[in-house]
T-cell receptor, first 112, second 116 residues
């Protein structure tokens, strides 16, 4: 599986958009980009995933560059409850799945 | 949405005893389940992949005889930590995926194991 690089930590003001970057320059053609988050002492929570096109759901938007070597997760209106560790993971998906290998992630702190 | 139930949430056991952790997919059939371990202030480390009806595939460095995984049905996988020692104290998390849905992976809420 391709390796990802994320900033160690980021801060965001409550109500503002949080933009979390991820580099995955070695991603292969059949690998998806997944985003999960983990709030302290809980299991990871699925946020969003995509292959090529930008994706949006009720939680977030995922912007994938045209060359697919990087992506950005956008939380449009961050709240205090969005404080968590955010993991960007690349794995093959579609109708069958590869394993998810977690890196260190980005610690996002949303402050009042 | 898909729900994965993991029990127990917390367990304390004596050194040398065995502990079983259950992971159930409540509203879908999980063809594949994954088991992770997470030490304090560290990321999740994949321990093994289990497919229903077949032997689990363990990651390098994970002792298969110590961490017994059984995936006997499409909704249940168990992880048994045998002869537990204090260094096995950790947060154990399972995840499950349903083949062909394109919906990603669902994680359980985790089990905090403390070996005393």
């Amino acid at each position: 599986d391709a390796k990802t690089t994320q900033p160690t930590s980021m801060d965001c003001a409550e109500g503002r958009a949080a933009n979390l970057p991820c580099n995955h320059s070695t991603i292969s053609g059949n690998e998806y980009v997944y985003w999960y988050r983990q709030i302290h002492s809980q299991g990871p929570q699925y946020i969003i995933h995509g292959l090529k096109n930008n994706e949006t759901n009720e939680m977030a938007s995922l912007i994938i560059t045209e060359d697919r070597k990087s992506s950005t997760l956008i939380l449009p209106h961050a709240t205090l409850r969005d404080t968590a560790v955010y993991y960007c993971i690349v794995s093959w998906g579609g109708t069958s799945y590869g394993k998810l290998t977690f890196g260190q992630g980005t610690i996002l702190t949303v402050h009042p | 949405g898909a729900v994965v139930s993991q029990h127990p949430s917390r367990v304390i056991c004596k050194s040398g005893t065995s502990v079983k952790i259950e992971c159930r997919s409540l509203d879908f059939q999980a063809t594949t389940m994954f088991w992770y371990r997470q030490f304090p202030k560290q990321s999740l480390m994949l321990m093994a992949t289990s497919n229903e009806g077949s032997k689990a595939t363990y990651e390098q460095g994970v002792e298969k005889d110590k961490f017994l995984i059984n995936h006997a049905s499409l909704t249940l996988s168990t992880l048994t930590v045998t002869s537990a020692h204090p260094e096995d104290s950790s947060f154990y998390i399972c995840s499950a995926t349903e083949y062909g849905t394109g919906g990603g992976y669902t994680f359980g809420s985790g089990t905090r194991l403390t070996v005393v």
